[in-house]
């Protein structure tokens, strides 16, 4: 990745996951325009692209993965 293309978009509060009591989680965004291949290392097992209807499909729905899609939704960044 290339540091000077990455670009802030949201700031977002969400219900953390799993969590009992429930805590609220404070996260940043960014957009990055990708070209580069992407290899996961040190902590990272995984990359998995995924849309909206993707996931859905998922047992576990956090409420920042769903309140990030509604943003790129409104933004019109995805359809």
Request: with cysteine; charged share 30%; hydrophobic share 40%.
């Amino acid at each position: 990745m290339q540091p000077d293309k990455i670009e802030n978009y949201k700031h977002i509060s969400a219900p953390a996951y799993g969590e009992n009591p429930e805590l609220i989680m404070e996260q940043d965004t960014f957009r990055y325009d990708l070209t580069e291949k992407i290899q996961p290392n040190h902590e990272i097992a995984a990359v998995k692209y995924f849309d909206l209807e993707m996931y859905k499909h998922e047992l576990a729905q956090v409420p920042d993965v769903l309140k990030v899609f509604a943003l790129l939704k409104e933004d019109c960044i995805i359809l």
